[in-house]
Each structure stands twice: as C-alpha cells, then as structure tokens.
Antibody, heavy 120, light 110 residues
C-alpha cells in the first residue's frame, strides 16, 4: 500500500527555522517525483515545487523560489520542506504528494498534511 | 503564473448533475492534456478524482467525468449524492516543471 506520512504539527515564532518531513512507503521512492502543496487557512491549493528523490533534481514554482528549500534523503525514503526564517504568512497546511503518470503530471497519493503555525 | 479560474460555488439536488468549469490559458489548460481534479472534504487531504483530462483512477465512481475544450476544462458530477459535497480543485501542467491549481469550487448538495 502506497503511503506518505508527514511529520506532526509545528508551532513556531517568526524568524525561526523549520524542516518538515514526508516519508514514503509501499513503492519505489526513488522512481517518482514528490510535490509540496500549500493551503493557507480557508484558502485554495498552491503548487510549491517538486523533487525527484532518485537524483534530488528539484524544481520550484516561481512564487516559492528562494522562500523554501525542498530536499530528500533517499536512504530513508523521506522528502523535506524547510524554511530558514519563518514569517507569520507561512502559517498554513502543507501537503506532500506523489507525482504520477507518464511524465508525472498528477498527484495520486497524498500525505495527511502538516499544519505549521507561525505566531509571536 | 495565475491560478486557474473556477466558480466559487455550485450546487445541485441529490440525483442531479452539476458541472464545474476550470479556465486557464493556452500556456496551461489549452496547451496540455494534463488536467487533473481533486476533491477535498473539510479537514482532509485532497483526493485525486480525474487525471489526464478525463481518466478516472480506480475506485472513483463513474459519476465523475472530465472533459476539455480549448482553454477550459470541466468536471461533471452526475447523480449527485450527499457525500459529493466538498471542495473541488482543478490543476494543470503549465510547462517547465510547473503546475497551477484553480482557486477551488465549493459543491453544495441541497
């Protein structure tokens, strides 16, 4: 069974750093891109970027380039999303999902989400 | 890269059909047959309902169907059921390893 399990909710202060994780199981983790999606409170889904764990090739949405860092450790089948200095506007639910299809063009399995709250 | 345009809300009675539109440009929806649709119930992760414009993953009821004409994709839900009440998001490949979501549509079953 394909599963993506994300790390738990986080409460941070502005300016702090954070790294959240997404662990894949039940499939070849190195053979599929993993995407990250943001959902701000009461708002829609936003595409942040993707990573190919096989070689760590990473692509960012222009809106998120330079704002976050996506990485992966294929030895433990885990992808990461990190911030160097959080802002209140980073408060959101963050989802990881597997990119599937020929060429990889849809998200077929999703993690449960990680809620990040940034507040002083 | 602007979000795809979806109606904020649609509604229908049980048994009826509703269609949700998703309008983009020739750089995204119109340029690729890579439109997908996701259903999201409150407090839950999104779920894939349609991919590659009109293909249904295993386990998704055939009441859900997708289509595309020009720069506009559509999701039709036939034979509405109470459990179909949710938010629906379209998503399209936009080239250069980027994707764009629609703003989301709230489907209400009256």
């Amino acid at each position: 069974e394909v599963q993506l399990v994300q790390s738990g909710a986080e409460v941070k202060k502005p300016g702090e750093s954070l790294k959240i994780s997404c662990k894949g199981s039940g499939y070849s983790f190195t053979s599929y891109w993993i995407g990250w999606v943001r959902q701000m409170p009461g708002k829609g889904l936003e595409w942040m970027g993707i990573i190919y764990p096989g070689d760590s090739d990473t692509r960012y949405s222009p809106s998120f380039q330079g704002q976050v860092t996506i990485s992966a450790d294929k030895s433990i089948s885990t992808a990461y999303l990190q911030w160097g200095s959080l802002k209140a506007s980073d408060t959101a639910m963050y989802y990881c999902a597997r990119l599937s299809g020929s060429g990889g063009n849809f998200l077929d399995y999703w993690g449960q989400g990680t809620l990040v709250t940034v507040s002083s | 890269q602007s979000a795809l345009t979806q109606p904020r809300s649609v509604s229908g009675s049980p048994g009826q059909s509703v269609t949700i539109s998703c309008t983009g440009t020739s750089s995204d929806v119109g340029g690729y047959n890579y439109v997908s649709w996701y259903q999201q119930h409150p407090g839950k992760a999104p779920k894939l309902m349609i991919h590659d414009v009109s293909k249904r993953p295993s386990g998704v009821p055939d009441r859900f169907s997708g289509s595309k004409s020009g720069n506009t994709a559509s999701l039709t839900v036939s034979g509405l059921q109470a459990e179909d009440e949710a938010d629906y998001y379209c998503c399209s490949y936009a080239g250069s390893y980027t994707w764009v979501f629609g703003g989301g549509t709230k489907l209400t079953v009256l």
